[in-house]
């Protein structure tokens, strides 16, 4: 989920069909990060500005949330300026189906630095899959910000 996937540059091929559209997120509807909120309640307010993420790992879920929304502003936003892409777009055939914290460490309201460690889930081109990754954040301008992947050990 961290690295800008490049655009395709293929034409459309006869006989293929064009993925269609992520289905809208409304404020109601349980949020994609999988925690027992309403987007609303849980990563919209995140995703809008209104509020900031308290944790690292509330971050990578509101990351996550992101991904699956396509709201890539946000994930540039989230994202420390020392690694963040100059822009990133997102392949409209993936669609995010599930995430699963598996481990975290520091990331909360007393440190500047965390890890999150999630298998994200996701479903492209009629097949499934998923991406492990340990992810590293820290506090810029006192604010959580995603900083990079850490390297598989």
């Known amino acids: 989920m961290s690295k800008p996937r490049k655009p395709s540059r293929t ?11 992520p289905t809208p997120v409304t404020e109601d509807a349980p949020c994609p990060c999988g925690r ?6 849980c990563c919209a307010p995140f995703h809008q500005g209104r509020a ?3 944790t ?22 989230s994202w420390h300026p020392a690694t963040r892409p100059p822009s990133l777009e997102l392949d409209p055939a993936q669609r995010w189906t599930g995430l699963t914290i598996l481990a975290t460490t520091g990331g909360s309201a007393f440190h500047q630095e965390g890890t999150v460690a999630f298998r994200a889930r996701y479903e492209m081109r009629g097949r499934a899959g998923d991406q492990y990754e340990n992810s590293r954040f820290a506090r810029e ?13």
């Open 56 to 77: 690292a790992e509330r971050l990578m879920r509101s990351r996550y949330s992101a991904f699956a929304v396509g709201d890539t502003a946000y994930l540039l936003r």
């Open 52 to 54: 900031a993420a308290p």
């Open 11 to 21: 034409a459309p091929q006869r006989g293929r069909r064009t993925p269609p559209a």
């Open 141 to 153: 301008d006192g604010r959580w910000v995603y900083v990079d992947a850490l390297p598989d050990a």
């Open 36 to 41: 027992e909120a309403s987007y609303g309640e």
